[in-house]
Structure formats: C-alpha cells, structure tokens
C-alpha cells in the first residue's frame, strides 16, 4: 500500500542569525521542486553547486551554495536539499517566503528532521537520543558517551539480540504450530532456551554497569547548602566567575535552585545553590521550595558552607528534620569567611602588641588552627564521618582552587568508566530490565514444560527490546518462521 504523500518541510537548521553561514535544509517529497524554483536547476547530487537563490518575486536575494540528497540516501531518507546561505536575517527571511509560497511545503517543527530520520529507518531510538544528547553536550566526557550512542552502540545491541529472540521464538513456535505430536520436540525447545540463557546473561552484565553513563549524562550534581548568609551564593559566583570552569551559568528550572555547569577536566558537573530555599506559606512558593530541596537533597555530593568565625553555625538543619537522616549523600564542610579570622586575628594582635609587656606567646597558633578552632566546638559533632573540609574565602578566593581540585577529583571517580557505558537513560535501563526479567521468568522451573508460557515471555522480552530501539513489529517474527523453516504444511 502506498503511504500518503508526505509533506515536503523546511527550517533554518544552523544558530541564531545574523551569522557568516546560514544552513537551511528541507526534506521531503518538493525538496528537488523547491530547490528548482529557488535556483533554476538541481546539482549531481551529493554536490556542492555555488548557485543565485531567488526570491518570491524571482530577484536575487543571495549567492548560495547548494547541495542536492536524493531519497533515500540522505539524512532523513527523503529527498534534501541543503542550502548554504549568508547568515543574515533579511537573507533567511526571503527564502523562507519564497519557500513558504511552493505548494506542499511548511515550516518543520521540532525535531522534525529525526523524526522523519527514525520513521525512515535511517536512526532507531537510542541513536536519535544520542544525537540529541551530542548537540547538548556540554563536556568532552558527556561527547564521547552521545556520540556511541548516536553510532549505534546501545541500538545496535538491542538489535542483534531482539534477532536472536525472535529466532529462539520461531525454533518454539515452529514446534507448537507444526508438531503432530502432543509436546513440542526437545531439539526445538533446547536451543530455544539456550538462546534465552545467554541474552539474560549479557543483558544482565549491560544492566550491572551501577548506572555509570545516566550519571555521566546527568554529570555529578553538586549541592551547596548551608545557614543563611553562611557565603553559599558568593562561593557560587566565584566558582562561576573562573573562566576556565565555567560552561554555561543559566537559572535554574525552579527561581529557587540557581544552577552552575561546570567542566572539571572533562567531566560535566553541576553546582546547585539551594540559598533560594526559604520558609514560605505561599502554596506556589511551597511547592517550588520542596522541589528545590528534593533537588539538593538528590544531589550527589552535598558542600555544607558555613560561617569559619561563627560559633553559632553548623548544625545541619534543612529545614526538615527527616531530610538529615535520609541523606546518604557525601558531605563536604566548606568552613567559609577565613579571611574574617585572618582580620579578626590582626586586630587581636594589633590588641595584643598593644599589650605587648604581657605578651607570652599564646597567639602563634597558624590560621588553620585558628579556622579550626572557631568551627570545630559546633561543626565537628555534626562532620565527625564527613573526611573533607575546607578552608575558603569566597570574597577574596583564597581555598578556592583547592576545593575546584577535590571536586575534580571526586568526578572522576564518581563518573569512572562512564563513557563505556551502555544504558544512557532510565528509559533504556526500563526496556533491558524488562527483557531481563521476562528471559528470568522464561528460564523458571515453573513454565519449563509450556511452551505456549515460554513463547510468551520470549515475545514479551523481544518487545522490551523493540521499545528500546523503537522498532516493535510482530511481522518479523512471522518472516523469520516462513523464512526460516519454511514448514509446507
Ligand atoms: P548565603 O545566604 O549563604 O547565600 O550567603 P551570601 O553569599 O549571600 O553571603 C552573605 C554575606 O556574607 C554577604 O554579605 C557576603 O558578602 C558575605 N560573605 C560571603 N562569603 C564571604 C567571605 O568569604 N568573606 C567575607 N568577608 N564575607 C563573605
């Protein structure tokens, strides 16, 4: 049956103009139409062709290059056209009134272009989510993860085994379909189960990856928390004021997380500042302030910043008391202001020198001893297990780099062996722990002798795995029965 005729659609697929090159493509059944319209003719395909484009009113609006994809070798497996245009916006604006004013063809929306790539069998699931995650990447970690997986590398896998499924699903159907005996022979059902033994194996080593590459994807999530005016968004803002550590210093979802994204050597790390977090009764307020504590209460990592001269601060109180007990989360003591301490010790000894006929001695004591000795009598009962602390200043920087190397450290360990992982995203980790369990289930005691139950959870695990690459199709297991055994009954 042939598919309805699609219709032919057009973006600017390159950033923001005004730029040196905008990249305009369009992809459908009009594409080698419009391209003729714009230009007068169309290229040998697959080559670049410097080219007028005219406007609606056939006036020349730009000196182009032009590229002609005919189906199905191209990116969408329809007919392309990429125009190269000069990035102005008046340029960007004529051809796209030209081309809106061609039959059949309209604006893309959003992820259009994958869509159509997808429908067309020319990227399954997981590689239009790698590609998605590749264009957000943000650090060099973050890249090769998307990038295997935009490959293939996941999709690939979940292919090769929904395909010896099915085969293990046709040795069991075969034998139920096409026996004339009351069971189904045993060479049919052995190899079957075999086949089913392996897969749960493999699969199961895929899922015991302690969820390395979703934690390389997210990046290690940072929280920073601490008692009001304890220098939490001021340490922010001099962690984000480094230019070599900061990627990207944007709002957070909710107005109550401010979120920094950071790349520490490689690895993508998110700072969160949980000062926002507040008491509140405005229902709206409330409920964006419990999301902002779920957040840093999620994280991985919390830095607890406190006042180094306030005796008063320390204890860890997020403003509810089960929090505290359910974070298992690491804590690190960020003993903030040491530059107070440092002023507070010139004045005492300004004070003391004063008095120096008195003098004994007493005040040797190094400035690290001092920022203990101001914190310790209220901190420390709270930090006994927590091995991490710091001294900092966040006005004048000082323990700033210190604390960037620890938690550069810490990423890289945290985020270990990521790249290599294979499960990016909870949705992956879902299908393969279904196709797991349905293999586990397949191999139990208790349906050893049904094939019809065996069948079943062999069909229910190659589903899990066609969710995963988006490719669920009974037809095929059918193909390969008629293929494969081709049974003349
Ligand atoms: P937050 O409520 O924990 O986010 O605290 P803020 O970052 O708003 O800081 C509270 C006050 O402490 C501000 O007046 C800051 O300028 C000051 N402050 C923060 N860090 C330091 C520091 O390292 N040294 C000094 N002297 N003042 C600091």
Avoid at 58 to 80: C, R
Avoid at 128 to 135: I, R, T
Avoid at 136 to 162: D, I, K, S, Y
Wanted: charged share 25%; with cysteine; hydrophobic share 40%.
């Amino acid at each position: 049956m042939a598919e309805p005729a699609r219709e032919t659609i057009y973006a600017l697929s390159s950033g923001r103009p005004p730029a040196a090159i905008a990249v305009v493509r369009i992809s459908g059944p009009h594409a080698g139409e419009a391209l003729k319209t714009l230009t007068g003719k169309v290229p040998a395909p697959r080559t670049a062709m410097l080219t007028r484009i005219r406007g609606c009113e056939g006036e020349a609006v730009d000196q182009a290059l032009v590229l002609w994809f005919p189906a199905p070798h191209s990116e969408t497996g329809e007919d392309v056209v990429e125009l190269q245009l000069h990035g102005g916006r008046a340029v960007i604006a004529s051809v796209f009134v030209a081309l809106s004013q061609i039959a059949g063809l309209r604006p893309a929306e959003a992820g259009e272009f994958s869509r159509r790539a997808f429908e067309n069998g020319k990227l399954d699931l997981t590689a239009v989510e790698g590609l998605a995650d590749l264009v957000m990447a943000e650090t060099e970690g973050q890249r090769r993860l998307a990038f295997r997986q935009m490959t293939g590398v996941l999709g690939n896998r979940a292919e090769n085994w929904r395909t010896q499924l099915i085969q293990a699903l046709a040795l069991i159907e075969a034998g139920i379909d096409f026996s004339d005996e009351a069971d189904v022979p045993q060479d049919l059902v052995a190899p079957a189960l075999q086949i089913a033994r392996t897969l749960e194996g493999e699969i199961g080593s895929v899922l015991a990856d302690s969820g390395r590459g979703e934690r390389l994807r997210e990046g290690l999530v940072v929280a920073i928390a601490g008692p009001p005016n304890a220098g939490k968004s001021t340490l922010l803002n001099r962690i984000a004021r480094r230019e070599a550590a900061i990627v990207s210093p944007y709002a957070g979802t909710t107005r109550d997380v401010i979120e920094v994204h950071l790349d520490l050597g490689g690895l993508p790390v998110t700072l969160l500042d949980t000062a926002g977090i507040r008491e509140t009764t405005d229902p709206i307020e409330l409920e964006g302030v419990r999301r902002a504590r779920e957040r840093a209460t999620a994280a991985d990592l919390v830095l607890w910043v406190v006042d180094a001269g306030d005796p008063t601060t320390g204890s860890m109180d997020l403003s509810a008391p089960a929090e505290k007990e359910s974070l298992t989360t690491p804590i690190w003591l960020i003993r903030n202001k040491i530059d107070l301490l440092r002023d507070r010790r010139r004045n005492e000894d300004q004070c003391q020198s004063k008095r120096s006929n008195e003098s004994d001695g007493r005040f040797t004591e190094s400035l690290t001893g001092v920022v203990n000795n101001q914190s310790t009598r209220t901190n420390e009962p709270e930090f006994r297990s927590s091995e991490t602390k710091f001294n900092v200043s966040a006005v004048s920087g000082e323990g700033v780099d210190a604390l960037l190397t620890a938690l550069t450290r810490h990423a890289e360990t945290f985020l270990v062996g990521g790249e290599s992982a294979l499960v990016t995203r909870e949705r992956h980790r879902r299908a393969l722990e279904g196709a797991r369990d349905a293999l586990r289930r397949a191999l139990g005691h208790d349906i050893a002798s049904r094939e019809d139950l065996l069948a079943e959870e062999l069909q229910t695990a190659a589903r899990a795995l066609g969710r995963l690459t988006g490719r669920v199709d009974v037809e095929d297991i059918l193909d390969v029965i008629f293929r494969d055994f081709c049974i003349g009954k």
